[in-house]
């Protein structure tokens, strides 16, 4: 239902041009509350299919060139909404920054819709954010309020744009566990959240960013509310302590933690930043295990308490988790070796804890780095290595980190054609990389069953084939998920090979 009487404050939109950058998700998610708001929608972006599914929902549409084009034109909207992944300096947005034209980002725009009560009383916040376990963390706290009785959703870059959920009546969220990237908080300075949290910060999107200071920046966006939480155990994290805007700030750590923090003491969840001491979950409970999961589970926590809930519910919510696809699941088994589809570790950072989790392990990585280095997580893996297969354009610069830092690991390229290059010739190149060449065309998922097949003949029994790639998946696959099904689907397919060359043909049976 909406609540015409009560957005004055976004009253300015009634009756004038809008533009919406992007016709993703996200951005076709704002065509209907600016309708509702009484805004003329035009949406822009380079997909021909995209504009077609945002012109079935009422938006005029124009191809991006043609808008770049006609400078004069953007300057006319009274308002452009961005989707996250538009860059500042790029030449749309410049134009209209040039004009004058008000930018927001989806998220930004959400909070005001929301703040403006178009569709019911303004809900509480709980963000999200942090280089990695952000969704993770994000389904924890869901499930934890639902134990606590509480009506919310999981939005954002969870999946479910936070507009889908303002909107949704049966049931109304009362509370949003709002997950929000660096690209969505870079665009959205005026959300305050009632409570957020930063669980780590490391080298990711410093491209998109302009470096490390600005993707930190962005990040420290989610500590501006009432409550802020911390990662102690991350350095860039922790040192957001001190200059942190929130009203009260707190922080969590995976060891015991002091007056103000949450931690673990005696294989326990404790509380001590909520309550004098309260034990909150046992740690061997928590998924997914090991350290990334039980700081996972301390930042949920410290959340849902910011908010009043009690520790049962803590507890219940977190045994009731279920762990998402492609982050560190064991897609398969067989002579020994387990696969384990990590494809979510899109950067270094993330990649690392996928890695130490096992104790040898043939590690497939490579995609697009975005400006990280590999340097410290090549360090820090190398002892766990046996084997490496390589993929994907930024092959070359993980080869070179092996050869300084793991040389005597035996490395496989498998290029498809559309990568920066690995120094070899289909031999042993430099630093003993062995390149296996296919044809340009080659479709990824063609690629991904040739890099499991070479990563399965380094693999003995007890190892582990991790597919914690440290980089993006766009250079090849759709998405990180599309990465993950055809690193599963290529090891069952290997998986069942294997079973039929065991298996005796009938013919081979001796009869009677």
């Known amino acids: 239902m909406v609540h015409k009487s009560t957005v004055a404050g976004l009253g300015f939109l009634r009756g004038r041009p809008v533009l919406v950058a992007g016709a993703g998700i996200s951005g076709r998610a ?3 509350p600016l309708g509702d708001l009484g805004a003329q929608v035009t949406v822009t972006d380079t997909s ?12 005029e549409t124009v191809p991006l060139d043609h808008l770049i084009g006609d400078v004069e034109r953007v300057g006319e909207f009274a308002l452009v909404v961005t989707s996250p992944g538009f860059r500042p300096d790029s030449p ?11 930018v927001w980002g989806d998220i930004e725009f959400s909070w005001h819709v929301d703040r403006a009560a178009l569709y019911g009383p303004p809900r509480r916040w709980l963000v999200v954010t942090g280089t990695n376990g952000k969704t993770t963390t994000t389904s924890m706290l869901n499930s934890i309020l639902g134990a606590a009785g509480v009506s919310s959703a999981a939005c954002g870059n969870i999946g479910l744009p936070v507009l ?25 300075p005026s959300v305050r959240p009632e409570a957020g949290v930063v669980l780590n910060i490391a080298e990711d999107h410093l491209d998109w960013h302009g470096g490390m200071a600005g993707y930190v920046a962005a990040k420290a966006r989610a500590l501006t509310g009432a409550v802020g939480v911390v990662g102690l155990d991350d350095a860039v994290a922790s040192s957001l302590l001190s200059t942190s805007p929130a009203e009260r700030t707190v922080g969590f750590r995976t060891g015991r ?3 103000g923090e949450l931690g673990v003491e005696n294989e326990h969840l404790v509380d001590r930043a909520f309550a004098d001491s309260v034990q909150l979950a046992p740690e061997n409970g928590i998924r997914p295990p090991g350290p990334a999961g039980v700081a996972d ?7 849902a308490r910011a908010v009043g809930v009690e520790p049962e519910a803590v507890a219940r919510g977190l045994a009731d988790h279920v762990v998402g696809p492609h982050r560190g699941a064991t897609v398969g088994v067989f002579e020994g070796v387990t696969y384990v589809d990590d494809s979510k570790a899109t950067n270094p950072h993330a990649a690392k804890p996928s890695v130490l989790a096992h104790d040898r392990v043939v590690w497939v990585a490579g995609g697009l780095l975005k400006g990280a280095s590999v340097d410290e997580l090549v360090r820090e893996v190398a002892n766990r290595l046996v084997g490496v297969v ?3 354009r930024d092959a070359t610069q993980i080869a070179d980190a092996l050869a300084r830092h793991a040389p005597d690991v035996p490395v496989v390229h498998v290029d498809s054609g559309d990568d920066a290059g690995v120094i070899g010739n289909g031999e042993a190149g430099l630093s003993g990389v062995r390149r296996v060449r296919l044809p340009a065309d080659t479709p990824s998922d063609s690629v991904m069953n040739t890099v499991v097949r070479e990563a399965a003949t380094m693999a003995s029994a007890g190892d582990a084939v991790v597919l914690a790639p440290a980089a993006a998946s766009l250079d090849m696959f759709t998405s990180y998920g599309h990465r993950g099904d055809s690193f599963a689907a290529a090891a069952a397919a290997l998986a069942a090979e294997t079973l039929a060359t065991e298996i005796p043909d009938e013919s081979d049976v001796g009869g009677a």
């Open 297 to 303: 589970a301390l930042a949920a926590a410290a959340l």
């Open 48 to 59: 021909a299919d995209a504009l077609a599914r945002s012109a079935e929902l009422g938006a």
């Open 164 to 188: 889908d959920a303002l909107r949704a009546e049966s049931p109304r969220a009362e509370i949003l566990a709002v997950e929000l990237s660096s690209f969505q908080l870079y665009w959205a």
């Open 92 to 102: 749309l947005l410049a134009a209209a920054a040039g004009a004058g034209v008000p």
């Open 30 to 32: 704002v065509i209907t």
């Open 257 to 259: 933690p002091g007056p």
């Open 390 to 392: 390589l993929l994907g």
